[in-house]
């Protein structure tokens, strides 16, 4: 299957910086990515839907001055948590759409806020 | 999307058959199902995905009955390695592919040794 990566994988910070979090589509264009985030123990949450060349559409709830997301390329979507939060400690998970619509998930990145 | 019921929870042992049923009274005639596999600490995988009838990968079965109002996922001899959180999504595979997934509470399974 098609293969989306995501980098860091971990990363622990101080409250108040940002965070960039990048995902890639290795061997297929995606006009379309996905942001979630994934509480322990619970299931997937939407962020955003970002699509290449456009601003990203946010969920309900999700600030989007917090939670900046560039697509800026049809491999490569990041999402920067800015000023950063104990409560933003979390895992991140982006997917990315290939041209047969099949949605495919990135490893997911854990962000732990101190 | 189409919205789904699956068990919480199901617990195997090495060696079993396991099949998760998947409820989607609602579904419509553009829906597709789809199966995806998340291990902890880990984005999820696609598993299988199928319209009607039956589906078969190297990896597990799907099945769909005519009405198409419920699915089952069929992992043969499950190993300590199937341990792992397992969804039902069920959408228009043209619109899911412009809009995201979005995924219920899944399937926790466990396989014991």
């Known amino acids: 299957g098609a293969v989306v990566s995501q980098h860091p994988s971990r990363v622990i910070c101080k409250s108040g910086t940002s965070v960039k979090i990048e995902c890639r589509s290795l061997d297929f264009q995606a006009t379309t990515m996905f942001w979630y985030r994934q509480f322990p123990k619970q299931s997937l949450m939407l962020m955003a839907t970002s699509n290449e060349g456009s601003k990203a559409t946010y969920e309900q709830g999700v600030e989007k001055d917090k939670f900046l997301i560039n697509h800026a390329s049809l491999t490569l979507s990041t999402l920067t948590v800015t000023s950063a939060h104990p409560e933003d400690s979390s895992f991140y998970i982006c997917?990315?759409?290939?041209?047969?619509?099949?949605?495919?998930f990135g490893p997911g990145t854990r962000l732990l806020v101190l | 999307l189409a919205k789904t019921t699956q068990p919480i929870s199901m617990d195997s042992y090495e060696g079993q058959e396991v099949n998760i049923t998947c409820s989607h009274n609602?579904?419509?005639?553009?829906?597709?199902i789809t199966w995806y596999q998340q291990f902890p600490s880990q984005g999820p995988r696609f598993i299988i995905q199928?319209?009607?009838t039956k589906v078969t990968n190297e990896v597990a079965s799907l099945f769909i009955p005519a009405d198409r109002k419920s699915s089952t996922l069929s992992l043969p001899r499950v190993s300590l390695s199937d341990t792992a959180v397992y969804y039902c999504?069920?959408?228009?595979?043209?619109?899911?592919?412009?809009?995201?997934?979005?995924f219920g509470s899944g399937t926790r399974l466990q396989v014991q040794p």
């Open positions: 999504l069920v959408g228009d595979m043209a619109e899911a592919g412009r809009r995201a997934l979005t």
């Open positions: 997917s990315a759409r290939t041209l047969r619509e099949t949605q495919y």
């Open positions: 199928g319209y009607k």
């Open positions: 609602n579904i419509a005639t553009n829906d597709y």
